[in-house]
């Protein structure tokens, strides 16, 4: 129990374009998901928390215009990195929990991730 | 403001010995404490967590951690590595405010040498 899958794995796009990520929990409700980018050879750096229905909470330093996240089911997570430039060339990374449910133990489910490459 | 420490970037160890990897923590509550194993390009995987109960947690693929109070660390630990371990590990430290925030440690590098 408790996969959280991540689309799509690899993705290579030109500059000034947008790319979308979904992260869907599949057997569990996803109260909150919460959305990593991951540096080469360093740790996760948390960008954002979304809860179901309502608006993300963006970490300091994280631009909510450029990194768009909408969490409209239970189930569904996306984040949007619209305008796409090479900076933002990176490995991101989903993760779920179920706080208030059956699961409610704390720990995070992570996805596959997703490595954005941008031309 | 909860944080995590991992004070070794890299661990070397030979196939067959005890393996140990670092972390320690600073909240201001009780903690959730959590290990985390990444393999290249892939996502986190679930090791084990402590929170609350016997301070000595076992986990996932014959790891193991303590957790102690006092020195407020959660050192992971392995008695026979296997080649396989090699990975890039991650300690993480939550707090439960009425929201599960994970803050990560940096990582550490494990290289089990056959």
């Known amino acids: 129990g408790a996969v959280v899958s991540q689309h799509p794995s690899w993705v290579i796009c030109k500059s000034g374009t947008s790319v979308k990520i979904e992260c869907r929990s599949l057997d569990f409700q996803a109260t909150t998901m919460f959305w990593y980018r991951q540096f080469p050879k360093q740790s996760l750096m948390l960008m954002a928390t979304s809860n179901e229905g309502s608006k993300a909470t963006y970490e300091q330093g994280v631009e909510k215009d450029k990194f768009l996240i909408n969490h409209a089911s239970l189930t569904l997570s996306t984040l949007t990195v619209t305008s796409a430039h090479p900076e933002d060339s990176s490995f991101y990374i989903c993760s779920a929990s179920d706080i208030a449910g059956q699961l409610n133990t704390g720990e995070l489910f992570f996805g596959e991730g997703s490595r954005l490459t941008v031309l | 403001a909860q944080s995590v420490a991992q004070p070794e970037d890299q661990v070397n160890v030979a196939e067959g010995n005890p393996l140990t990897v670092k972390c320690t923590y600073s909240?201001?509550?009780?903690?959730?404490l959590f290990w985390y194993v990444q393999y290249p390009n892939r996502g986190l995987q679930f090791l084990l967590k402590?929170?609350?109960?016997?301070?000595l947690v076992k986990g996932s693929y014959g790891f193991e951690a303590e957790f102690n109070k006092s020195q407020t660390s959660f050192h992971l630990k392995k008695p026979s590595a296997l080649v396989s371990d090699s990975a890039l590990y991650f300690c993480?430290?939550?707090?439960?405010?009425?929201?599960?925030?994970?803050?990560f440690g940096a990582g550490t590098r494990l290289f089990v040498k056959a």
């Open positions: 909240v201001s509550g009780n903690p959730y």
């Open positions: 993480a430290v939550s707090e439960n405010t009425g929201g599960f925030k994970t803050i």
């Open positions: 402590y929170i609350t109960g016997d301070n």
